[in-house]
């Protein structure tokens, strides 16, 4: 197994791993590329999750996929990625602007 996921897919083929936003495989977010746009991916150990644990509110980034990756033993859950630049990259900004790197 590689230490991470790159390359992966879920759903069946539908969502391909290309990044990792942060952590390692089984503590991380990783960016997936589906057949409309880029997504969210978290990665775990099996688990017995459905998409009944989707929230259906507009403040709430949609559930796409809870599932099995092409990796043995381990699932995913997939989110549509959210629009605007990641909030951690803003923070940073801010910091080094502050001279708080």
């Not at 409309?36 to 796409?64: C, D, H, K, N």
């Amino acid at each position: 197994m590689n230490e991470l996921p790159i390359g992966e897919t879920l759903d069946r083929g539908r969502y391909t791993i290309v990044e990792c936003v942060r952590g390692d495989l089984l503590r991380g977010t990783f960016r997936a590329q589906g057949p409309l746009a880029r997504a969210l991916v978290t990665l775990a150990p099996r688990q017995q999750a459905t998409l009944e644990l989707a929230l259906g509110a507009p403040q709430i980034t949609p559930l796409l996929h809870i599932g099995p990756c092409s990796l043995s033993g381990i699932d995913g859950m997939i989110e549509a990625e959210p629009a605007g630049a990641p909030l951690g990259e803003r923070v940073a900004a801010g910091r080094r602007a502050r001279g708080r790197a």
